[in-house]
């Protein structure tokens, strides 16, 4: 396989990745999929990492990861 067809691919599977996050999340039902809304609060996000006077961009990573990494651990208890 070619070395540009190979990357390609690898994106592909990323984003698809990241787009399963974002349904995972409720976030498509919350908007009633409404791409604007979503494009709008990850802008948001995006800006509060960038600089937010609140909190540090490290202290909401950290409270989201711990965010993420509960709704996935509920989301195994609840396949067994």
């Known amino acids: 396989m070619r070395d540009w067809a190979k990357a390609r691919r690898e994106r592909t ?6 787009g399963g ?3 995972k999340a409720g976030l498509v039902d919350l908007t009633d999929d409404d ?6 609060a990850f ?3 995006a800006g509060q990492l960038q ?3 609140v909190t540090t961009p ?4 950290t ?6 990494l ?3 651990d509920a989301e195994k208890k609840e396949q067994a």
């Open 43 to 45: 802008l948001d996000i």
């Open 13 to 18: 599977h990323h984003l698809i990745e990241l």
């Open 35 to 40: 791409r604007a809304t979503l494009l709008g």
């Open 58 to 61: 490290d202290d909401l990573k």
């Open 63 to 68: 409270r989201w990861r711990r965010a993420g």
């Open 70 to 72: 509960h709704a996935f």
């Open 21 to 23: 996050l974002v349904q």
């Open 51 to 53: 600089g937010s006077n």
